[in-house]
């Protein structure tokens, strides 16, 4: 898994936050400040699937946060 340092951008996730909107092969960190402390993760979109799903589905144990929809659209460095 990619490190926080690699990431191409950083989503804070706030209790307002439904859904988010990445590329495919983006490195992305998520930030949760809502509850006891920050906490974040990072995540390559490196899947060639591009439905939507529950960011809850990628996000470890312990990242508590409303329930964002993730949205991946194709990449041009993907084609």
């Known amino acids: 898994?990619?490190?926080?340092?690699?990431?191409?951008?950083?989503?804070?996730i706030t209790p307002q936050?439904?859904?988010v909107n990445?590329?495919?092969?983006?490195v992305v960190q998520f930030v949760n400040?809502?509850?006891n402390g920050?906490?974040?993760f990072t995540w390559q979109f490196d899947a060639r699937s591009v439905r939507p799903f529950h960011l809850s589905?990628?996000?470890p144990a312990g990242f508590i946060g409303p329930q964002?929809?993730?949205y991946v659209a194709p990449s041009r460095l993907s084609r």
Do not use: G
């Not at 990445?22 to 983006?26: C, F, M």
């Open 17 to 19: 936050t439904q859904w």
């Open 57 to 59: 589905d990628i996000a």
């Open 1 to 12: 898994m990619p490190t926080p340092w690699q990431a191409d951008r950083v989503i804070e």
């Open 68 to 70: 964002v929809m993730v």
């Open 33 to 35: 400040t809502t509850s």
């Open 22 to 26: 990445v590329k495919r092969l983006e």
């Open 38 to 40: 920050p906490k974040s």
